[in-house]
């Protein structure tokens, strides 16, 4: 909310995207440090920060950019798109997991 009242939805959906994503890619790294909780639990943090950022952003833009009448449906799409992603990719990874997994 903040940041789009401020600097509108696109670009606090840009920036918000752009700073949890290198955040998130720079995990490897903090991990890979002889001790690794402060800049893991940092980058961790500002990834959350950014995703909080980004949700009502992209709510806005995709508010903004409906066909007039079409609003309803621009709100409700990313959030039912969302919800599936949280049903489908953990058995998604369950497979993945299981066709790795050694057998015996």
């Known amino acids: 909310g903040f940041g789009v009242d401020r600097v509108g939805a696109r670009a606090t959906a840009v920036v918000s995207g752009l700073v949890g994503g290198t955040a998130l ?19 961790i943090i500002l ?4 995703v909080a950022a980004q949700a009502p952003a992209l709510q806005a833009l995709a508010q903004r950019l409906a066909p007039p009448g079409g609003e309803a449906e621009a709100l409700a799409l990313p959030r039912a798109a969302g919800d599936g992603v949280y049903i489908v990719v953990p058995y998604l990874l369950g497979l993945v997991v299981d066709a790795g997994a050694p057998r015996g």
């Open 47 to 50: 990834w959350s920060t950014a």
């Open 25 to 43: 890619s720079a995990v490897p790294a903090a991990l890979s440090i002889e001790d690794p909780a402060v800049p893991f639990s940092a980058l």
